[in-house]
Each structure stands twice: as structure tokens, then as C-alpha cells.
């Protein structure tokens, strides 16, 4: 009767697993100090910039008409406009205060984006005046005036964190039924990884150059959470389904062989997932480009700890 012999993998995950535990150690690190600075930064006061989806306001979106070059424009003078408007209001009203307008300038001085208080239309008129007198003829098309009230902004912020609950609470049900006890705490802490890098990622987005996140980020992070889970069970499979050929091998041998067996799929499933995010980053437009930008750093963070976390930590917890 003859035997057969272990497969020898020809990439061994344990040996550099000091480097990935650092190397998402530190990565996890940064993005609590990031959550930390905006959550106790005055003009934030969250754990992420919130957007006009979550907060309310009135966003005004401009484009200049000024041929091949526009002139240089400073975010600071157009906020000391806004703060000088008077705004036409109804009798026994109060008109809204636009010190505290927000002034992107986008575009090489292209584009401009103003974040403001709720406005009607009259006033958003008014705006819109304004500005042009400062920076020239606007391109009428290409003037957009969006406006969520307090209340929707507050409904969409509750209604955006219950989806993300229960969405987490769903996959750690489903994953505590179907796999071993030890491979469903290892998949969600997957999980958490690869959200808190993905939003600490935009939490120093927001405190460096103001990105803010919207009902489309918390798209983003539910299905980044779906394809963490997807590239880690692919590896948990395969170590289940090799522990009768490869019993006489320690945990780190059979995760080594399993890694090795998955690590060109896992690669490929993530390039041909990429490849769109990338064309929607570079071809989509502002309104998808932050977008595909949080799925590509929470896939291109997925992939990571599917090969180089979850694996290399269930030796060590196993004989625990």
C-alpha cells in the first residue's frame, strides 16, 4: 500500500507572517488615530467628515466658462463673498448665515463646489449671482443645486449605520452556523480589519483635503464586508476540505498548502474585480469616483487579509 505524499507548497505564508501581522497592525493603528483626529476635531466632530447626505444643506456646483485656462481662484475669497451676502428672505425670517460656507475649488480652478446652509431658491439664486459677478461667466448647463433638509440628512445617517449592523450581524450568523467557531471569528475579524482601514483610509482623506462620505460610502463598506468574507471562506474551504490528506502535517504545513492552492485564484478574482473600480476612478465622473475609490482600497485591503491574516492566525489560535 503506498501513500501519498504532501503536496510542497511553493509559497509558505507562515514564514512572512511577522511582517503581515505588522504591517496590518500599524495599518489598523493609523486608522484609529485618523478616526480619533476627526472625531476631536471642532469642525468635524465625527469619526468621518459627514457629507450632504448625512448632515443637510444646500450644495451648489459651478463651471467656469474661461476657455483652455481659467485664472487662479482662492477658495478664502469666495468664502469672504459668501460671508458678506445678504440673502433675500420672507418677511419675520431670519436669513441664513454663510460664514461658516464651505468653498472647494476643483478642476484647475475649473470647478467650484460650495457647501452651504439649507437654502430656497430664491437664496441659491442669489448664490449663484454672487459668484459670477466674482469669477465670470458660469457654464449654465453645468450648474447643479442640490438640497437636503436636517431631517432626511438624520434619516439617511440612522438608516445608512442600521443597514451597515445588520449586514455585519447577518454574515457572522450565517458564518458562525456554516463554518467552525475558530474560522468565524477569524472571517470577522477580517472584516473589521478591512472596514477600519477603509474608513480611516477617508478619515485622513477628510482631515487633509476635506472628502467627506455619503450614503454611497456606506454602500461601499457593506459590499467590501461581503467580499472579505468571500475571499476568506475560499481559504477556510480548502483547509477543511485537505484535513484528511494532510492530517499528518502541523496547522502551519496545511495552511501553507492551502494558501498556495488559492493564491492564484484569490489573485485573479481581486485583479479582474479591480480593473473596473480603476476605470470608474479615472472614466466615472466625480459623482462615483470617491465611490470606487473606497471599493478599491476595501478590496484591494479584503484580498490582503484573506492570504496574509486569517491564515497565519489560525495556527496560533488553534493550539490555544
Known amino acids: 500500500m503506498t501513500t501519498s505524499t504532501p503536496p510542497s507548497p511553493r509559497f509558505r505564508i507562515s514564514r512572512y507572517r511577522g511582517l503581515a501581522w505588522w504591517g496590518s497592525g500599524l495599518a ?7 478616526l480619533a483626529l476627526c472625531w476631536l476635531n471642532p469642525t468635524i466632530g465625527a469619526p468621518l467628515r459627514p457629507g450632504l447626505d448625512f448632515t443637510g444643506g444646500t450644495q451648489i456646483q459651478l463651471e467656469r466658462q474661461c476657455g483652455e ?7 478664502s475669497e469666495i468664502s469672504r463673498t459668501l460671508a458678506q451676502l445678504t440673502l433675500p428672505v420672507e418677511q419675520g425670517q431670519t436669513p441664513p448665515s454663510l460664514g461658516s460656507a464651505a468653498v472647494q475649488v476643483l478642476d484647475q480652478n475649473r470647478s467650484l463646489v460650495l457647501r452651504l446652509p439649507d437654502l430656497n431658491p430664491d ?4 448664490v449663484v449671482e454672487a459668484i459670477q459677478q466674482q469669477v465670470g461667466p458660469l457654464n449654465p448647463a453645468a450648474t447643479s443645486v442640490n438640497t ?5 440628512g438624520d434619516q439617511l445617517l440612522k438608516g445608512s449605520l442600521i443597514s451597515l449592523l445588520v449586514s ?3 454574515i457572522a450568523a450565517y458564518i458562525t452556523f456554516r463554518y467552525d467557531r475558530l474560522f468565524a471569528a477569524l472571517a470577522l475579524l477580517c472584516l473589521a480589519h478591512d472596514v477600519l482601514i477603509t474608513c480611516g483610509v477617508f478619515a485622513w482623506l477628510g482631515l487633509l483635503i ?3 462620505v455619503d450614503s454611497l460610502f456606506a454602500v461601499s463598506l457593506i459590499t467590501v464586508a461581503g ?14 476540505e485537505q484535513k484528511t490528506v494532510l492530517r499528518d502535517l502541523s496547522v502551519s504545513e496545511q495552511v501553507d498548502v492551502a494558501v498556495d492552492a488559492t493564491l492564484t485564484r484569490s489573485l485573479y478574482t481581486s485583479l479582474t474585480t479591480l480593473l473596473p473600480l480603476v476605470a470608474l476612478i479615472f472614466f466615472g465622473g466625480s459623482t462615483l469616483f470617491w465611490f470606487a475609490v473606497a471599493l478599491t482600497v476595501g478590496i484591494a485591503v479584503g484580498s490582503w487579509s484573506s492570504i496574509g491574516i486569517a491564515p497565519t492566525l489560525l495556527p496560533l489560535l488553534s493550539r490555544r
Open 210 to 212: 476635506g472628502i467627506e
Open 168 to 170: 455585519f450581524a447577518a
Open 28 to 34: 489598523c493603528l493609523l486608522s484609529l488615530v485618523g
Open 148 to 152: 437636503i433638509g436636517p431631517t432626511l
Open 123 to 126: 437664496q441659491a439664486r442669489s
Open 69 to 75: 485656462r481659467c485664472s487662479t481662484l482662492a477658495g
Open 227 to 240: 467580499y472579505s468574507v468571500t475571499d476568506t471562506v475560499v481559504v477556510f474551504d480548502r483547509i477543511r
